[in-house]
């Protein structure tokens, strides 16, 4: 889990670089990995999110996906393993 998590820490600059190069290929891809982890690590809210940057890539929402980069920022800083 922590592993995964350091990994999920890592991607929201490069989500950010993707979004300040209109990459949105790569920013749908990166939504669609994240959609299909998240549950199987029991964190519904990272699927969520993932889900979420697909749809808002395909539509080149920058603004909706700045937004949701920073809800997954803060999720994975804030999410506490027990």
Do not use: C
């Amino acid at each position: 889990m922590d592993r995964y998590l350091e990994k999920r820490r890592a991607d929201i600059p490069a989500l950010r670089s993707a979004l300040a190069a209109e990459d949105y290929d790569s920013i749908r891809d990166k939504g669609h990995n994240l959609f299909g982890s998240g549950s199987a690590y029991g964190l519904d809210q990272i699927s969520e999110i993932g889900s979420a940057l697909e749809k808002t890539a395909k539509k080149r929402d920058s603004e909706k996906i700045g937004q949701l980069i920073e809800k997954l920022d803060t999720f994975v800083t804030n999410v506490h393993v027990v």
